[in-house]
């Protein structure tokens, strides 16, 4: 089996994740997988992962607008 087929057994949930760039901070919900072998904490699939180093790339550039198309943008500002 390779990365990309790879799916955890479990019980799916929404969880909230932060991505955190010079320009901007955003909020995203994705989900997540508690796994029945061990239910101590949430985990992420390869493909939620690479979503979220997706974003972080975006949020790197400043790519403010299609960031809000997926989660709650919050734009640094100076005082």
Not at 21 to 34: K, L
Request: hydrophobic content about 40%; some cysteine.
């Amino acid at each position: 089996m390779t990365g990309d087929a790879m799916v955890l057994e479990g019980k799916r949930i929404k969880i909230e994740q932060w991505i955190h760039a010079p320009a901007c901070v955003v909020r995203v919900e994705v989900e997540a997988v508690v796994p029945d072998a061990d239910p101590s904490e949430p985990c992420l699939e390869p493909q939620t992962l690479r979503f979220l180093d997706d974003l972080q790339r975006k949020a790197d550039q400043g790519l403010i607008n299609e960031l809000s198309q997926v989660g709650v943008v919050y734009v640094r500002r100076s005082a």
